[in-house]
């Protein structure tokens, strides 16, 4: 049984993914050995870099987990597993100065790659040169300035269509900018307009309300003086409203209004 694994099982799991790292690390160097390319070397260092980060990662895990459970441990237990702690660092910083040894000789590759290519092109210039006359050299001189005045005007070309292309662009946004700023602006108009349009039905429907009062009483007043008029008509010689049939008051009534007394 682990060891670690009566003292926390959280442990065991981080100490095993580190074990593992640590296997996946020697064999991915001893497979980098036997590589020639510089490119899938580069590929394949780039791969044991991520894996001693995750390794990294985990050192830190297992040392909070530690720190955690210090204070129930006893002393020896608190020193093994420092020592296996530093057994791991340890080992993470021997992958590590490995890794550094060969991306240095992979920058030392590329380095004599790009000088000998270098020195192999002024070689060539040079017996290029040698091989001409002086009428050669100059008409080459004539051609190579020629060949920059014309990048140097295509780059002019391509400056003032830059600066074109911003001046439109910047005129552009000010025209929409003015546009935003009268939709606005009509916007408020029309918020305004129709504030004032509702204020308006308001008090149409008032008036309206009103009128149709004063319409009441006048047909009211209509319906009495034409009540009136009949009655003139119907009983031209009655003045008098106990005259008129159906009008005139109870016989009770008539006796107290003759005789009062």
Known sequence: MDPLSAISEELAEIDGQITDIFRALSNGFQKLEKIKDSNRQSRQLEEL????????????????????????????????????????IKELNSYVALKKQYASNLENKKTDLFDGAAEEYGEQNVLLASSMTNQQLIDNGNQMMDETDQAIERSKKVVHETINVGTETAAALKAQTEQMSRIVNELD?????????????????????????????????????????????????????????????????????WNPN
């Open 49 to 88: 870099t991520d894996k001693m980060r995750d390794c990294k990662r985990l050192i830190k895990e297992f040392d909070r987990e530690v720190k955690n459970i210090e204070r129930v441990n006893d002393p020896d237990t608190s020193r093994m597993l420092n020592e296996k702690k530093q057994t791991m």
């Open 189 to 257: 108009s029309i918020h305004f307009s129709i504030k004032k349009a509702t204020k308006l039905v308001k008090e149409i429907g008032r008036q309206v309300a009103t009128d149709r009062c004063i319409m009441g009483l006048l047909v009211l007043v209509v319906i009495g003086v034409i009540a009136i008029i009949i009655v003139k008509l119907v009983h031209p010689n009655n003045k008098d409203i106990r005259d008129i049939p159906g009008l005139a008051p109870p016989a009770m009534t008539r006796k107290l209004l």
